[in-house]
């Protein structure tokens, strides 16, 4: 008799900017299939908002979307529980909550979710075993999910140096570069960052990421700019801006509404960071992009301006 | 030799701990206390003004009370950790207050590994290089035995204060209490002020039907606990007759269960399978169990954009779906006024007061 293959469903959101190879990769190794939402539009966006408690952050009613989406769609959605690597290694308590989160939004509909859990500093659970114990969840054997483990992170690190050389000639070409300081859901979701970025090409402008960098010594370097900054995603962009704020003309901070950690620290970035043009950009739900689109005129006009070329 | 000048230590006001945090930095510390003036619409302006836009609320509070006792004349300011954003509050603080020009020495406890005993060292060398351990641990757990008052009295006069038959005896027996622990010097004097509270509120006569109007708080760890903050919610509350029960405080997070609240997570498996938040185990379960006890309401307490208290919303809807049991959700900011407040509990009480007598 013939095994039914698993199907496994990846909401186009949050993490899955971050963890899209390792996802993909771990669960083909261990022969199952994934299904991810398509591209958030109109429709996910008025899905999730919706479903979503009104104050919570744009980010979240998108991801929202995605999961409703793939509800029916797939045997499992993932929905990982991601609380810290480490000591001021942590990622905002939203990542805590989304497992129990989805499961309470749709507990109705009957669809299954599956989750794993990294909580270095309070469960001493590091990324590698809660992989297993998942794999393990799905029928698989420890060896099996380790293994894939494995080949799915080293997937994961070498896509993410592959990106990170692309962007590092970015750097090189002439012409005026501004950094984005952003979450990669925020920079790389079509609803938020990604017309930001396609603005600024537009404009001639070259966009570069701020988080696109070697992370572990972004890691390090974050830690000059803010010595007790805990998010690491926040000390992976704190660690970008470090590295690269000489070899750009401008930044922006762009952010989802209302985002915990980007509250905090982008009002520190301005309080720290001197010498180079910032924009504090924070996107919400509002339909068009001409209030945006004025924003970023205003702020390349700006960096013309001090540059004597306007 | 002259003697070394002590440090004047002041800690955000929170809740009525102050009172514990004086009696631990005077007595444990050996350092003066310099407590933060009470917390007025001047400090939530003086907070909101230098505050980023979108923080949660106590940010804006913490730093508008840490202004007024620099102003009070604090010389060292000391700042918690904490799990949410909380653990981040320190350094943006400083900066900020920095940058505003306010001179100070800041201890902050996020800068040192909580995980490792000999940091504790390290910060209390930072107020006093000859600290006597010895007598810090007895003066300090003696502060804690305050705290543990100071929780138990709160929650039983929350419980009655509502039914008082006399002219105001409870709430006078109650606030006695807090001036003796305010104003307490040694162990005698905080045994005797927790004596003096019980045998007093259990003396004046109440007048309360047998089956009250009973209301569960659940929410944020600052604003839920705090008057000033929340608008004297449960004063509010209490006062149109009704028994306030909150399990949150900072014995019971704390001192009873640490950063273990596994038995807490038992009954609650169906509704979160992992901490969601620094306090969602704590307020899942409390929720489910006042539902469970019959409770007629449930208030649930947050501060604007306070991210793992929005999450857990979901969860107390569903409570609310199973049990039938009526929530009501405050979120207060620094433009939260009294009159919204009083219309919508008034509102909250018309209809439990009414399902209980349908029902």
């Given at each position: ?21 390792l996802?993909?990769?771990f ?23 919706a ?29 990982p ?22 499961r309470?939004v749709f ?8 989750s794993?859990?990294?909580?270095q ?24 999910a ?38 990669s ?18 404009a ?5 990421r ?22 690491e ?59 945006v689109?004025?924003r ?15 | 030799?002259a003697e ?47 505050s980023?836009d979108f ?12 202004i ?14 904490g ?5 981040y ?5 400083e900066q ?14 996020s ?14 060398r ?14 300090f ?7 543990e ?54 003396s004046?006569?109440?007048d ?5 109007l ?29 028994e ?36 969602s ?6 929720a489910?169990?006042?539902?469970e ?25 569903n ?11 405050l979120?207060?900011?620094a ?22 007598k349908?029902?």
């Amino acid at each position: 008799m013939e095994k039914e293959i698993i199907k496994i469903g990846l909401p186009r959101a949050l993490l899955y900017y971050r963890y899209r190879v390792l996802w993909r990769t771990f669960f083909q190794e261990l022969g199952m299939e994934t299904v991810v939402s398509a591209p958030t539009d109109h429709a996910i966006l008025e899905r999730g908002t919706a479903l979503a408690i009104d104050e919570a952050c744009l980010s979240l009613k998108i991801y929202l979307g995605h999961v409703a989406a793939l509800v029916g769609q797939c045997d499992y959605i993932l929905v990982p529980r991601v609380s810290n690597f480490g000591r001021h290694r942590a990622m905002c308590t939203r990542f805590e909550s989304t497992p129990d989160l989805a499961r309470n939004v749709f507990r109705n509909s009957g669809q299954k979710f599956l989750s794993y859990e990294v909580d270095q500093e309070m469960q001493k659970t590091g990324e590698e075993d809660a992989f297993v114990e998942m794999g393990k969840s799905l029928g698989c054997t420890a060896k099996a999910a380790r293994k894939a483990y494995k080949v799915a992170k080293k997937a994961e690190l070498s896509h993410h140096k592959e990106r990170v050389q692309r962007y590092e000639q970015q750097y090189k070409k002439d012409g005026m570069k501004v950094l984005i300081a952003a979450h990669s859901y925020v920079a790389e979701d079509p609803y938020m960052g990604r017309m930001v970025s396609d603005y600024l090409k537009k404009a001639g402008v070259i966009p570069v990421r701020a988080d696109m960098v070697d992370r572990e010594a972004a890691l390090k370097r974050g830690r000059d700019l803010s010595p007790t900054c805990k998010w690491e995603i926040s000390r992976e962009i704190l660690g970008g801006i470090a590295m690269h704020k000489e070899d750009v003309d401008g930044i922006i901070l762009l952010s989802a509404f209302p985002c915990g950690p980007d509250a905090m620290v982008n009002e520190l970035i301005t309080r720290r960071v001197k010498g180079v043009p910032i924009l504090n950009l924070v996107l919400d739900s509002q339909s068009g992009t001409a209030g945006v689109e004025t924003r970023l005129e205003s702020f390349i006009d700006i960096i013309r301006f001090q540059e004597g070329k306007l | 030799m002259a003697e070394v000048k002590k440090r004047s230590v002041s800690f955000p006001r929170y809740a009525e701990y102050s009172c514990a945090f004086k009696y631990i930095v005077e007595q444990a510390l050996g350092c003066r206390y310099v407590m933060p003036p009470a917390l007025t619409k001047r400090t939530m302006e003086l907070g909101t003004k230098y505050s980023p836009d979108f923080v949660c609320t106590p940010f804006k509070t913490i730093l508008g009370s840490m202004i007024e006792s620099l102003e009070a004349g604090a010389d060292t300011l000391l700042m918690t950790h904490g799990l949410c954003r909380l653990g981040y509050y320190g350094e943006l603080l400083e900066q900020i207050l920095r940058d505003l020009g306010y001179q100070f020495d800041f201890i902050n406890l996020s800068d040192y590994d909580m995980s490792k005993k000999k940091e504790y060292i390290r910060i209390l060398r930072r107020f006093d290089p000859k600290v006597n351990y010895a007598r810090f641990l007895v003066q300090f757990m003696e502060g804690l035995r305050m705290v543990e008052y100071v929780d138990e009295v709160t929650g039983e006069y929350y419980k009655n204060c509502g039914f008082d038959a006399t002219d105001g005896q409870y709430k006078r027996a109650y606030q006695d209490f807090l001036t003796a622990m305010y104003t307490a010097q040694n162990r005698g004097d905080v045994e005797a002020g927790y004596r003096a509270v019980k045998r007093s509120l259990q003396s004046i006569p109440l007048d309360k039907p047998q089956r009250p109007l009973r209301v569960g708080i659940v929410g944020e760890f600052y604003t839920a606990m705090d008057a000033f903050s929340n608008l004297e919610v449960e004063q509010k509350l209490a006062d149109m007759g009704v028994e306030i029960h909150r399990w949150m405080n900072v014995t019971n997070q704390f001192l009873r269960y640490g950063s273990g609240q596994k038995n807490l997570r038992v009954k609650i498996q169906d509704l979160s399978v992992y901490d969601m938040g620094p306090t969602s185990t704590a307020n899942i379960w409390y929720a489910r169990e006042c539902a469970e006890r019959g409770y007629d309401g449930l208030i649930h307490i947050k501060s604007a954009a306070c991210t793992p208290e929005i999450d857990v919303m979901p969860v107390l809807q569903n409570i609310s779906a199973d049990y039938k049991i009526p929530v009501l959700y405050l979120t207060y900011d620094a433009q939260t006024s009294d009159v919204g407040l009083m219309t919508r509990l008034e509102a909250f009480y018309d209809m439990i007061d009414m399902r209980k007598k349908v029902l």
